[in-house]
């Protein structure tokens, strides 16, 4: 069993910036692929950016390439991203999620909901114009 913990969301001015952080309780931390998702109101749940197990590979949507930056720590087994010139448009909760498998997967892959075992409870951000 996996948890993991978001934290840092909160309410910014367009423009402004911040950083979320997701720790995971999970002991294989290094061998997970990591993914950030967002979801508003009545809308689906949307890929944001993913970062292979490695950290060698990144990948985001292109509505926040640019402007957001996925990292990962894996001494503290802790995946953070980092949000820039954030817009009305980016308020949503936002969720990390883990793929445990320990195969390798796509970057098509880590784009979709489906490809991951574990989420996290979601950290609200809200971007006022």
């Known amino acids: 069993q996996v948890h993991l913990i978001e934290s840092g969301g909160g309410l910014v001015q367009a423009g402004g910036s911040l950083r979320l952080s997701c720790e995971s309780s999970?002991?294989?931390?290094?061998?997970?692929?990591m993914g950030w998702f967002r979801q508003s109101p009545g809308t689906e749940r949307e890929f944001v950016a993913g970062i292979h197990r490695t950290g060698g590979s990144t990948y985001y949507a292109d509505s926040v390439k640019g402007r957001f930056t996925i990292s990962r720590d894996t001494a503290k087994n802790t995946v953070y991203l980092r949000m820039s010139s954030l817009k009305p448009e980016d308020t949503a909760v936002y969720y990390c999620?883990?793929?445990?498998?320990?195969?390798?997967?796509?970057?098509?892959?880590?784009?979709?909901?489906?490809?991951?075992?574990?989420w996290g409870q979601g950290t609200q951000v809200t971007v006022s114009s």
């Open positions: 999620a883990a793929e445990t498998s320990g195969y390798y997967r796509t970057s098509s892959q880590l784009r979709h909901t489906d490809s991951y075992d574990y």
């Open positions: 999970g002991r294989a931390f290094s061998s997970y692929n």
